[in-house]
Nanobody, 123 residues
Framework: QVQLVESGGGLVQAGGSLRLSCVAS????????VAWFRQAPGKEREFVGA????????SYADSVKGRFTISRDNARSTVYLQMNSLEPEDTAVYYC????????????????WGQGTQVTVSS
């Protein structure tokens, strides 16, 4: 069973950057889809992007394409979310999640989640 821990959130001004980390423990990533979601107050959890660990295939939500980038460090069993050109609308708690084999854009399809990390973008 994979356990996930996110880190890297914080307060940043609009236009700034942050890099979030999602570290796996208990079991390393293998045939997993590792996804990032975010949830703003009063809103449903929203798909941000995902990585298929075995192939390296990436997918992003339209709202973050060109601004956010997912990458990985195999040796550290870590997935990163590099966030550039941040906007106040990006303010949310960011979560990573895993499921087997293929990613889904629905948070209901993921059974393993990290604790989340707060990202606040000031205008």
């Amino acid at each position: 069973q994979v356990q996930l821990v996110e880190s890297g959130g914080g307060l940043v001004q609009a236009g700034g950057s942050l890099r979030l980390s999602c570290v796996a423990s208990g079991r390393t990533f293998s045939n997993h889809a590792v996804a990032w979601f975010r949830q703003a107050p009063g809103k449903e959890r929203e798909f941000v992007g995902a990585l298929l660990w075995s192939s390296g295939r990436l997918s992003y939500a339209d709202s973050v394409k060109g601004r956010f980038t997912i990458s990985r460090d195999n040796a550290r069993s870590t997935v990163y979310l590099q966030m550039n050109s941040l906007e106040p609308e990006d303010t949310a708690v960011y979560y990573c999640a895993v499921r087997n084999y293929y990613y889904s854009q629905s948070h209901y399809d993921y059974g393993t989640w990290g604790q989340g990390t707060q990202v606040t973008v000031s205008s």
